[in-house]
C-alpha cells in the first residue's frame, strides 16, 4: 500500500515556506493510502488541530466566561459594581490563569503528535502566543501601575464589596 505519493508530490513541488506550512497542518494525513477520501484525511486534520495551544487559549478563555457567571457575588452591593467585579476578575482570569492553564495542556499534551511537522507547528504556535500572553500581561501590569493610588484602591474595594458586601468608601461617602 503506498502512502499519498501524489500528494507528496504535490507538496514537495511547493516553495520552501508554504512546504513547511502544508506539512504542519496535514502531516498525519501524509501516512494515509492514495485513494482515501476527503473525510478520512479532514478527521485525521482534526484529531491533532485540537491538540494546539491555541485552541485551548480560547477554551480556557470561554470556559472561564462561563465558570465566572457561576460565582455568587454579594447582594449588599449595587448590581453595577458587581459586574465590574466581575469584569475585573474576568480579566484577571485572562491575563494570569489562562496562559498557566494553556502551558499546563501544552505541557500535557506534547507527546501525542503524530508527525514531526506537526509537533515543530505545535511548537512554534506555543512560543508565539506565549509571547502574546507576556506582552498583554506586561501591559496590564504597566497600565496598572501608570494609575493613581486612589484608583488602584477603589478597584480593590469594588472586588470586596462584590464578594462580602461592604460597599466602597467612595460610594458610601456620597450618600
Known amino acids: 500500500m503506498t502512502r499519498n505519493s501524489a500528494l507528496r508530490a504535490r507538496i514537495d513541488r511547493l516553495p520552501p515556506l508554504p512546504r513547511r506550512a502544508v506539512r504542519a497542518l496535514i502531516g498525519p494525513s501524509l501516512d494515509l493510502p492514495d485513494d482515501a477520501n476527503a473525510d478520512a484525511l479532514l478527521w485525521r486534520i482534526a484529531a491533532q488541530l485540537h ?14 466566561g462561563v465558570l465566572l457567571r457561576q460565582v455568587p457575588m454579594s447582594a449588599a452591593c449595587d448590581p453595577q459594581i458587581n459586574q465590574l467585579a466581575r469584569i475585573t476578575v474576568l480579566a484577571l482570569y485572562e491575563l494570569a490563569a489562562v496562559p498557566l492553564l494553556t502551558l499546563a495542556a501544552a505541557y500535557a499534551v506534547r507527546g501525542r503528535f503524530r508527525d514531526p511537522y506537526t509537533r515543530h507547528a505545535a511548537r512554534v504556535s506555543l512560543g508565539l502566543l506565549m509571547a502574546v500572553f507576556a506582552y498583554m500581561f506586561w501591559s496590564a501590569a504597566a497600565s496598572y501601575r501608570a494609575q493613581n493610588e486612589r484608583l488602584r484602591a477603589f478597584g480593590g474595594e469594588i472586588l ?9 468608601r467612595q460610594l458610601s461617602s456620597a450618600r
Open 51 to 64: 491538540l494546539f495551544a491555541p485552541v485551548h487559549a480560547v477554551a480556557f478563555a470561554v470556559l472561564g
Open 160 to 168: 470586596r464589596c462584590a464578594y462580602d458586601g461592604t460597599p466602597p
